[in-house]
């Protein structure tokens, strides 16, 4: 059985969130035999330099789980592309590129965060490529943490004011997009997150019927996609 979360936004400021996590890491996610979470795993993250007791909590926590059996796997986020190698090694996790095909029963899965789809998002397209090419990721990785911890507070509430004056379809995924990068790999099924819009959608490739998933944000509630011999189930649960 395959466990899939996002989106949890991991910050100290939400014990119940927080809670609810360790919850699920120590019952549900030890029957799994593995687990995928797909990005904006922490509400921000500036660099493995700057993990905060908290977030090392959270690591020993992932990494009891892996000790236990089950794999995991990281994505980055738009707000946690900074995770490296030190919070894997030390969560016991192994990080995946975005997208990442994954062999789930024998079903080639598309798998992603989900932001490089919103491509009519254009101010935040903009602000994708010149955070994540490799020039700026090389001078971002170099600044002081401070710096990095002011550059992130900004950016947030930038993002922040902006969103809230964006249409509603222009933070979603742009269909044309998910169609194209489901045919470029030949798959039938995507699964992501980001938009916080949960979801199971159907459309048709090519003649076929295929599926997009959409994984639910932790914020009133949880929600996790499980993936065994019955299918593809999403459920929620309340995290009080
Ligand atoms: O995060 P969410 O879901 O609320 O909104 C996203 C898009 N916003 C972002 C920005 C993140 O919230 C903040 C990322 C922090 C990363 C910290 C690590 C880096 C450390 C070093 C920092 C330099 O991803 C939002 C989308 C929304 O999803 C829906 O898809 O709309 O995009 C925006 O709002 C972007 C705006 O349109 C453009 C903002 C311009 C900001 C200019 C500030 C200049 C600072 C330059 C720094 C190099």
Not at 135 to 140: D, G, P
Request: charged share 25%; hydrophobic share 40%.
């Amino acid at each position: 059985m395959i466990l899939l979360i996002s989106d949890l936004h991991l910050e100290e400021k939400r014990p119940d969130i927080t809670r609810a996590f360790l919850r699920f890491l120590e019952s549900r996610a030890t029957h799994a035999d593995a687990l995928y979470i797909l990005g904006d795993f922490f509400e921000v993250w500036v660099g493995d330099d700057g993990m905060t007791p908290y977030q090392h909590e959270i690591a020993e926590a992932l990494n009891t789980l892996s000790q236990h059996g089950t794999r995991i796997y990281l994505m980055h986020g738009n707000r946690d592309f900074m995770i490296g190698k030190a919070f894997c090694r030390e969560a016991g996790c192994t990080l995946l590129s975005d997208p990442h095909i994954a062999q789930f029963g024998g079903e080639r899965v598309l798998l992603m965060h989900g932001d490089s789809l919103c491509t009519r998002d254009e101010g935040y397209m903009r602000l994708r490529r010149l955070l994540r090419n490799p020039i700026s990721l090389f001078i971002l990785h170099h600044l002081s943490l401070s710096k990095r911890q002011k550059l992130a507070q900004k950016l947030r509430s930038s993002s922040k004011t902006e969103t809230r004056m964006k249409a509603s379809d222009i933070i979603d995924v742009t269909p044309a997009e998910v169609v194209s990068i489901m045919q470029h790999h030949g798959v039938r099924k995507l699964i992501h997150g980001h938009t916080h819009r949960p979801a199971i959608h159907t459309l048709e490739l090519a003649g076929d019927q295929a599926q997009r998933i959409v994984l639910g944000d932790w914020d009133r509630k949880g929600w996790v996609l499980q993936v065994d011999q019955t299918g593809f189930n999403q459920t929620s649960f309340d995290l009080s």
